[in-house]
Structure formats: structure tokens, C-alpha cells
């Protein structure tokens, strides 16, 4: 699976703040890991519905199939048309 790296900022309390930045950072990491994964299952709960509505936005992996022919992407036209490869 690829990933992505998404950034955000978040307006707190300014004790939790510094509390935040007292722990360790194995704390800190655990908790970023932890808002991983409460986001993935957050955006999870409504994945489905996006998809059913707009279905251009549906994971091209459903659908995606191994030709095993390295160089489609390049010479698409070749493989469906006939058109020359190009180099």
C-alpha cells in the first residue's frame, strides 16, 4: 500500500500544550499513531458513501489489472491501437 503524508494543525488548551511537549517522545509517538489510526477509521466510516456518489474516486486498485507488459502506461497506444512504440 502506498502512503501519503497529510499535515494539519490543531488549536489546543495552552496546559495541554505544554504538557504535550514535556511527555517523551515515545509518548508523542504513540499518540501520533494513535491519531492515525482514529483518522483512517474516521475517514473509513464514510469512504463508501464518497465513492457511491462520485465513482471517478473509487481506488483504482479494484479495477486495475497486471498485464505484466512493463511498458504500457508509455505504449498504450501501441498495445489497444497499433500505433508505433515509442522509445
Known amino acids: 500500500m502506498q502512503t501519503s503524508t497529510i499535515k494539519f494543525e490543531i488549536e489546543i488548551d495552552e496546559r495541554w500544550a505544554k504538557l ?8 508523542q509517538n504513540r499518540l501520533i499513531e494513535e491519531m492515525k489510526i482514529w483518522l483512517e477509521q474516521y475517514l473509513q466510516s464514510f469512504a ?5 456518489d462520485d465513482p471517478w474516486l ?15 502506461s508509455l505504449n498504450h497506444d501501441h498495445y489497444l491501437y497499433g ?4 522509445s
Open 58 to 72: 473509487e481506488p483504482v486498485e479494484d479495477y486495475a489489472v497486471d498485464t505484466g507488459i512493463e511498458d504500457f
Open 20 to 27: 504535550y511537549q514535556r511527555v517523551s517522545s515515545d509518548r
Open 83 to 86: 500505433v508505433a512504440k515509442k
Open 48 to 52: 463508501d458513501d464518497i465513492y457511491k
